[in-house]
């Protein structure tokens, strides 16, 4: 059973950052590449980021580019999102995902490319 825990969530105001934490455990997680989606209220889940299993390969939706950062710590079975100057429009509800079934198409961008998923952490940022 793998199990995703995020933390790090909270209110700020437009501007501030905030650093998101995933912990993962139940399989091996340096075989994993994993990925940060968000849901807003009465919207669909989106894509924010992702990253390889070594850590050299990211992507990041284009709304967050240049003020979001994904990272990880293999030794720590860990995933970071660090998100700077954020504005109102990224409250949501974060979560962080871990793709085990991979194919030579795997591009880290859809949420269907991911078999588990955290429990999500809020992130409301005030105007």
């Known amino acids: 059973q793998v199990q995703l825990v995020e933390s790090g969530g909270g209110l700020v105001q437009a501007g501030d950052s905030l650093r998101l934490s995933c912990a993962a455990s139940g399989r091996p997680f340096r075989t994993t590449p994993m990925g940060w989606f968000r849901q807003a209220p009465g919207k669909e889940r989106e894509f924010v980021a992702a990253?390889?299993?070594?850590?050299?390969?990211?992507r990041y939706a284009d709304s967050v580019k240049g003020r979001f950062t994904i990272s990880r710590d293999n030794a720590k079975s860990s995933v970071y999102l660090q998100m700077n100057s954020l504005k109102p429009e990224d409250t949501a509800v974060y979560y962080c995902?871990?793709?085990?079934?991979?194919?030579?198409?795997?591009?880290?961008?859809?949420?269907?490319?991911?078999?588990?998923w955290g429990q999500g952490t809020q992130v409301t940022v005030s105007s």
């Open positions: 990253i390889s299993q070594s850590g050299g390969w990211k």
């Open positions: 995902a871990a793709a085990f079934t991979i194919g030579s198409s795997w591009s880290g961008g859809s949420s269907t490319e991911y078999d588990y």
